[in-house]
């Protein structure tokens, strides 16, 4: 799929600027701060209707402007798409296609694919497991957009349980405290115990999902991950890639997990009630990385996570272009400086033309000359672009 052009209205520090994509590079290259990743950002929301930079749609917007809009033109193999997005300060969004308005934001999801490899992702090994199953969801929705709707159905319930659990927490510690018989006998007026059996049940059904979900997804990356992971070490190194969810998978088998996963809830149910909050599912799910037998998180060098880094994000490209049958955009936010030479000649060997990339930079200097000939130029300067010629 290509990008064609993209247009920013009222957009972060972007008060109305077009963009034509020309080649299938685009270097975007400027300062700190001057608006190259915000770009990036946009083409994020269009994918993902997310931002890994903020949660709260008022920051997206121009200061001191209503509303926001993002646009672009896509081309498919199966024909171009009209995307279009409104952002409001009250967090209220409209999205469209081909002209028209959804009414499931769901449906949005899937048009355009994306990999994201930013400075960022370079904590997915070292960082805390959050992040790797925050990593792991965001592929999930763009090969399966309903995996959105899976999850967000998910944390519904766990926020609820977890409300409850506070309440019963609560209700515990007054027991200790209080003498009174009357206050004693309102307390367990207010407290239902089969409420919780209730969550328990759906919280086992909606975390069985995701679990099977999660393994699935890597289950095919896994093999896509450790063949770039041989070729960028030169064979020297073995990656294994380990799903340890919290509420463990035998098999395949949506009753046996669930099953499994009431029993777990049942065996933790006094340290739930005494810390008030679920700590049964899979929002305490890990993916463990191994090099030659050594957990890449604790004991990996820097360069060896970084390698480990780039063969998941080749293999995210992979994946997602054989299950949607066609190369998805790569957005490179200020990561190619953070790759030594030979990591960066693989990483653009392995893109070659086929995959649309979008470049950010502050400096031309630590590009390949013939790299730089072959792709567009945008200069960012306080949110309006200009095209550079080169020579
Ligand atoms: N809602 C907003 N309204 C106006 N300006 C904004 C808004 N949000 C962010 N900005 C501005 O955008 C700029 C940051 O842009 P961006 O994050 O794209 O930087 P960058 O060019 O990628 O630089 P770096 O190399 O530091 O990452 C800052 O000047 C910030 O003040």
Redesign the pocket.
């Known amino acids: 799929m290509y990008l064609k052009t993209l247009h920013l209205r009222n ?3 972007y008060p109305d600027q077009q963009v034509e994509f020309s080649a299938a590079k685009t270097i ?1 290259v ?12 946009a083409v994020e929301l269009m994918s993902s209707l997310r931002s890994h ?1 903020t949660s709260r749609d ?8 209503a509303i ?1 809009q993002i646009s672009g033109h896509l081309q498919k193999d199966m024909g171009e798409v009209d995307l279009s997005m409104t952002l409001r300060q009250n967090g209220r969004r409209s999205v469209g296609l081909n002209g028209l308005n959804l009414r499931r934001q769901l449906d949005f999801l899937g048009t355009l694919n994306m990999v994201q490899f930013s400075s960022l992702d370079l904590d997915l090994v070292r960082g805390g497991p959050e992040q790797r199953r925050h990593w792991l969801d965001a592929l999930l929705v763009q090969l399966e957009p309903i995996y959105a709707s899976v999850l967000q159905q998910y944390n519904q319930i766990l926020r609820q349980r977890n409300a409850l659990l506070k309440s019963i927490q609560k209700s515990d510690l007054n027991r200790q405290n209080l003498f009174n018989s009357q206050a004693l006998e309102i307390e367990s007026q207010s407290l239902n115990p089969s409420e919780l059996s209730l969550w328990d049940a759906q919280l086992a059904i909606a975390g069985s999902r995701v679990i099977r979900r999660r393994a699935r997804v890597l289950q095919r990356l896994i093999p896509f991950a450790q063949s770039w992971h041989q070729t960028i070490s030169g064979s020297t190194e073995a990656l294994e890639i380990r799903y340890a969810p919290n509420v463990e998978l035998i098999d395949d088998n949506p009753e046996a997990l669930q099953k499994a996963f009431l029993e777990k809830i049942q065996q933790r149910a006094i340290v739930e009630r005494h810390q008030g909050t679920t700590i049964v599912g899979p929002h305490r799910d890990e993916v463990e990385f191994t090099i030659n037998n050594t957990p890449a998180r604790q004991y990996g060098s820097q360069g060896q996570q970084r390698t480990l880094v780039l063969a998941l994000k080749l293999a995210e490209l992979k994946l997602i272009e054989d299950v949607i049958g066609e190369p998805p955009l790569l957005l490179l ?2 990561v190619l400086a953070e790759l030594d030479l030979s990591r960066q000649n693989q990483l653009l060997d392995a893109i070659q033309d086929r995959f649309q990339t979008l470049i ?1 930079t ?1 400096h031309l200097g630590s590009f390949d000359a013939q790299w730089i000939n072959a792709s567009q130029i945008l200069e ?1 300067k ?2 309006q672009l200009v095209e550079q010629e080169i020579f």
């Open positions: 957009f972060r520090n975007l400027g300062n700190n701060a001057q608006g190259k990743s915000n770009l990036l950002e930079r008022r920051d997206l917007i121009l200061d001191g402007e926001a936010d200020d950010t502050t960012v306080a949110g």
